[in-house]
């Protein structure tokens, strides 16, 4: 039987499904970037949000913790605590640290005053309002 299916019939599947799936990627890299300024809606970063993410970051949370998935595995996600727990219980919890109880995880104290723990949940309320699809899942860890 005669050969129908050519090297060059090859070779042109694969390269017309190689440049027509780059174009995909093109265009679907090109509208979530287009869509980044209104999701991370870094514009409503006030001086307190400015104020908590340096107490953040200056505290080394993400060595135990998770910010957007970043970080270490040890501790809840914090991106999302602000909706799974509010400002109240946010402060409060901080301020018990360690909780002393066996068998459990235990976080350090910070000493933080009330205006550091007012910028710390201000931090918390604009992280858990970015856009990330719903990611990572809001459980308790
Ligand atoms: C040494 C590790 C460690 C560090 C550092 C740490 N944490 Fe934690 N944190 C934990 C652990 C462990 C838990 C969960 C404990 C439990 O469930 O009893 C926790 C829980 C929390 C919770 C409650 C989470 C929830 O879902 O209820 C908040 C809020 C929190 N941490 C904020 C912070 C902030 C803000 C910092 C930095 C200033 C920080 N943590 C630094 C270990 C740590």
């Excluded at 090109?30 to 505290?59: C, F």
């Excluded at 727990?85 to 910070?110: D, H, L, S, Y």
């Amino acid at each position: 039987m005669q050969q129908v299916f050519t090297k060059a019939m090859a070779r042109n599947i694969f390269l017309g499904g190689a440049v027509f799936f780059l174009a995909i990627y093109l265009a679907l890299s090109y509208d979530t970037w287009q869509r980044i300024p209104e999701r991370d809606h870094a514009d409503k970063m006030t001086s307190a949000v400015l104020r908590g993410k340096y107490l953040l970051d200056s505290n080394d949370c993400i060595g135990c913790h998770t910010v957007n998935g970043e970080g270490a595995y040890f501790a809840p996600e914090l991106a999302n605590v602000y909706k799974r727990r509010g400002p109240v219980f946010i402060k409060a919890w901080i301020e018990a640290q360690p909780t002393g109880v066996p068998g459990r995880r235990q976080m350090p104290n910070f000493h933080f005053t009330q205006n550091q723990l007012d910028d710390l949940v201000a931090y918390l309320q604009w992280l858990s309002n970015i856009d990330t699809n719903n990611w990572p899942p809001n459980i308790q860890g």
